[in-house]
């Protein structure tokens, strides 16, 4: 559960922009989309493959 502490004199606005801030670092709507399909070991490590590759090449390219 999330806890925000709102200071008196608080604008809600900015409330509810922190709020969702520390929702969306929790990562925990990124995880209920991961869990919507199944997705087999072996195609994520080939994913996870991929983009290592591409973070690879795009580092070396900056150099």
Known sequence: ???MPIKEGENIERA???FKRKYERTGVLK???NRQYF?????????AKLH????ENMQREEE
């Open 31 to 33: 995880e209920l989309r």
């Open 52 to 55: 290592a590759i591409y973070v």
């Open 16 to 18: 509810l922009k922190k």
């Open 39 to 47: 997705t087999k070991p072996s195609v994520t490590k080939r994913i």
């Open 1 to 3: 559960m999330i806890i």
